[in-house]
């Protein structure tokens, strides 16, 4: 294996001035490659009654306090975005963070953001549907100064973007996508493919399971890749831990075993989710850091990596 990024989540919970602007700052001072945020109205419990902010916006401000880190969503999705006002607001973001914006980008679920503009939830095909037409209007828009599109779920008007992206020829995407559908999008628009792994293996809470269906889906990827004339090691493969059996937080020695084993698959990027007391992602920052400071550097001393990500 080459090479291993490690990155981070810091969910939108916090004023920017109680602990928000801190956060990020201290992701940059940590080493992370990217620090993203989650791109929701309002998630799950026990969030969905307590402070969440918007992503972008918060993104904003994150990019006025760091110079070197990069910045991104993991993930919009369509459920309450359209192409045409994302397309503007990413483009100012990418020019204010100076080409540090990465754009994770998802079909969306079926959780409150569903429902939150008042339309009934979109079933699974549906949401793939308006996701298969919703990535490529979004890469014509941040591609070129004009854009005109009618589509059966977003048009466009005579759209202008000037000057563009100050990432050339537009910021990059990483596709969220489990599903041949989706993994067709990831290999034609994409630079970058994320994954939480699969539903039914972190059913099992085994994480060989895990493990060996994250393989699978990366060999679907590959495929996808094949068929669309593009070779599959142009995308770079994210994993967003916190969803599957695995433990990477518990301890620097977990970290390092569960990296290896999933850099072997050909992940290329972690994501870990910074601690949270009280929640699904509570874990002791001391070891997050730790992690972060020292857990590429074990891999690589022992072997597993030949160079640390940059």
């Known amino acids: 294996m080459a090479s291993l990024r490690l990155s981070t989540v810091i969910l939108p919970v916090r004023r920017w001035a109680e602990g928000g602007r801190d956060r990020w700052q201290r992701a940059e001072e940590l080493g992370f490659h990217t620090a993203y945020t989650y791109d929701h109205l309002s998630w799950r419990v026990p969030f969905r009654d307590g402070p969440w902010f918007g992503a972008l916006p918060t993104l904003t401000a994150a990019a006025t306090t760091t110079e070197h880190i990069r910045l991104g969503t993991l993930v919009t999705s369509p459920n309450f975005r359209h192409p045409v006002t994302l397309a503007k607001e990413l483009l100012s973001l990418d020019d204010i963070s100076g ?3 990465t754009l994770g980008i998802g079909a969306g679920g079926a959780g409150f953001d569903a429902t939150a503009l008042g339309q009934e939830a979109w079933t699974p095909k549906e949401r793939a549907d308006r996701f298969g037409e919703f990535v490529p209007l979004l890469d014509r828009l941040l591609s070129q100064d004009v854009t005109s599109f009618e589509g059966d779920f977003y048009s466009a008007h005579e759209v202008r973007n000037i000057p563009g992206c100050t990432q050339r020829p537009r910021l990059p995407f990483a596709v969220a996508a489990t599903g041949p559908r989706g993994f067709r999008l990831a290999a034609r628009h994409g630079q970058a493919w994320v994954t939480t792994g699969d539903p039914k293996a972190r059913e099992s809470g085994d994480p060989a399971d895990s493990l060996a269906a994250v393989g699978r889906q990366i060999d679907r990827l590959g495929q996808a890749c094949v068929a669309a004339g593009r070779d599959p090691a142009e995308l ?18 977990a970290f390092v075993d569960i990296a290896g084993a999933y850099a072997e698959l050909g992940i290329d990027e972690i994501v870990l989710h910074w601690p949270l007391p009280g929640t699904v992602f509570d874990a002791d920052e001391r070891v997050f850091e730790k992690i972060a400071l020292d857990g590429l550097a074990q891999l690589t001393q022992q072997g597993q990596l030949t160079e640390q990500g940059s």
Do not use: A, M
Not at 236 to 253: A, C, H, M, Q, Y
């Open 99 to 101: 080409g540090r914006i």
């Open 236 to 253: 770079r493969k994210i994993l967003l831990t916190g969803f599957n059996p695995e433990r990477p937080l518990d301890s620097v020695s």
